[in-house]
């Protein structure tokens, strides 16, 4: 499913405005849908609306009047002069039709508000910035403490739609109705925390103008089945790639062993490791079906370089990083062999990372690589987690990254994103992180397409977690990579229901 940026909704807009519709019928057709939600709560009589001076107000006043049509019995409460012209226009006209307002300072808000059934933020949306103050901060933090419905009109008032961030206090929505396609924000913490329930109602967009001018998407099954390697009938281990693992070391013997295991799960013809001794006997002994070579030493260094090198000549894609720890030798090992693969398909995780730190020049010569970090890695690659550093970042190094988290993000040179939902707290854990990126060397030998294995990576492990038997608490990264076969049953299952019209 494709997502927005609010510059790019705003483009948006304006491209259909250019070809003849009319903003307030842009306006009439947003507020309609908001209605449409609004009325699938048979019980909310009374409904009270919060109305900024910009046009998530003016939907906000065109509501009102749509409410106030259907029955409803509504107020207004103005948090700031409408100032737009469709606002102005909407605010006159919902006082035309007999719609009362009060201004937000007036001491019998808190008093109407607490009779309402239901709480609309209609503050503000796309043109939001900084953070919410005064008596508006104030109202919003008393509504957050109601028991009414809670609906935000677009995005939820303090919420970044660019990015999801919140400054200070926000609306606590039970639902979010947004226009044309969701926000960037509201699928990344703490903003996806405050949506609620999103729903994106397009009537009125045009389909061409939204394919044409969106490129980033929140991962779903549609995208998945699309990037998904087939597998052929006739076909043998050579059709589905080799990924090369390299790491472990004397304290990490098990996440070599967990990368193997992704990749082994997902599909991948041949899994081959280079770890150290202890490493190697982990996997020998819980995957036979692995090519196990062990390493020189304790930890991975510079004499292990060579054997590293020609194995890669068999490797589709290259793991780099799972237990590979910190040894100085280790990391000066590492920044060899991304010298010497600079032009193979490389994933960089964990102490890769590290190494990585140590000389960031290493990332403007590699010309096919995806980095893995979690907000800690990042920071000590950029100095930043926010996501317009790592958009800078990506650009800056020709390179990409998936900033992991609750929704992981992978980001492209080009500022693509691929925003990852499925998961559960079953990932916060020691070990995911190395599932992960065994998952994605894997798809990258399948399908020569480290984007595409990305995607497919942070999807397979977050769905197999959703299906997992285990509870969250509990459950493990090895438990979590045996599920991959229900990701792939359930995608199959899911595919041949679209094609015999199940479901739709
Ligand atoms: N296709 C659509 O998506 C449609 C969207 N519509 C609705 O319009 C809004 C976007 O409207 P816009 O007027 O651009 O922006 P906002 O209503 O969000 O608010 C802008 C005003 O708010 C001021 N502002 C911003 N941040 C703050 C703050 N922290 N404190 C105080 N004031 C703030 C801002 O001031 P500036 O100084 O930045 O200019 C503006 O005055 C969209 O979300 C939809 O709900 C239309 O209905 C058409 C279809
Ligand atoms: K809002």
């Known amino acids: 499913m494709k997502v927005a940026f609010p510059v790019q909704m705003r483009r948006i807009d304006e491209l259909i405005i250019e070809r003849g519709i009319p903003s307030v019928l842009l306006m009439e057709n947003a507020s309609r849908s908001v209605l449409e939600e609004v009325l699938k709560y048979p019980t909310v009589k009374e409904i009270a609306i919060l109305c900024g001076g910009g046009n998530n107000g003016g939907d ?6 749509l409410l106030l049509n259907a029955g409803k019995t509504v107020s207004v409460i103005e948090c700031y002069h409408p100032s737009t012209p469709d606002a102005i ?9 007999g719609g009362g307002i009060h201004a937000c300072e007036e001491s019998t808000v808190e008093s109407l508000l607490s ?14 910035h900084g953070e919410l103050q005064g008596r508006v901060a104030e109202l919003v933090e008393y509504i957050n403490g109601l028991k009414s419905v809670k609906l935000a009109v677009d995005i939820p008032s303090g919420v970044s739609g660019f990015d999801g961030s919140v400054r200070g206090i926000a609306f606590r929505a039970d639902k979010t109705v947004t226009f044309g396609a969701g926000k960037v924000g509201h699928y990344l913490y703490p903003g996806r925390d405050y949506c609620g329930e999103v729903v994106v109602r397009s009537e009125g967009f045009s389909r061409e103008i939204l394919d044409r001018q969106l490129d980033s998407s929140v991962i779903d099954e549609e995208l998945v089945l699309e990037l ?10 050579g059709t589905y790639g080799a990924v090369l693992i390299v790491g ?5 013997t098990g996440a070599p062993f967990l990368s193997a295991l992704g990749a082994l799960r997902s599909g991948c013809g041949l899994t081959y490791t280079y770890t150290p001794p202890e490493a190697a006997a982990v996997i020998r002994s819980n995957l036979p079906e692995v090519i196990a070579i062990v390493g020189k030493g304790p930890h991975i260094f510079r004499d292990d370089l060579d054997t590293i090198v020609e194995i890669a000549k ?3 894609s290259i793991v780099i990083g799972p237990g590979i720890g910190r040894n100085e030798e280790t990391a000066e090992t590492v920044l060899e062999l991304l010298k010497v693969f600079s032009k193979s398909s490389m994933v960089l995780d964990a102490d890769g990372l590290y190494a990585l730190s140590k000389d960031l020049t290493v990332l403007s010569r590699t010309e096919d690589i995806l980095l893995t970090p979690h907000p800690g890695e990042f920071r000590r690659l950029c100095g930043e987690t926010d996501l317009k550093s790592l958009m ?14 609750s929704s992981s993000v992978l980001c492209n040179p ?5 925003i990852n939902i499925t998961g559960t707290t079953g990932l916060a854990k020691g070990g995911s992180g190395d599932l992960l990126s065994g998952t994605i060397g894997s798809f990258a030998a399948q399908t020569g397409d480290l984007e595409r294995a990305g995607i497919l990576g942070m999807y397979f492990m977050g769905k197999a977690a959703e299906l997992s038997d285990e509870s969250d608490a509990s459950n493990t990264a090895s438990s979590i990579g045996k599920e991959y076969s229900r990701v792939f049953s359930c995608l199959v299952e899911g595919a041949r229901g679209e094609k015999h019209g199940i479901g739709t």
């Open 60 to 65: 906000g006043y065109a509501i009102g009047r």
């Open 89 to 97: 226009f909407n605010a006159s006209l919902f006082v035309s039709f």
């Open 115 to 128: 009779r309402a059934d239901m709480v609309i933020d209609s503050i503000f949306g796309t043109g939001f």
């Open 228 to 237: 998904l390697p087939e597998r052929h009938a006739d076909s043998h281990k």
């Open 248 to 252: 472990g070391s004397e304290i990490y």
């Open 314 to 316: 068999k490797a589709d």
């Open 392 to 405: 800078d970042f990506c650009e800056n190094f020709h390179c990409r990254v998936i900033l992991k988290g």
């Open 414 to 418: 080009y500022g693509k994103l691929s």
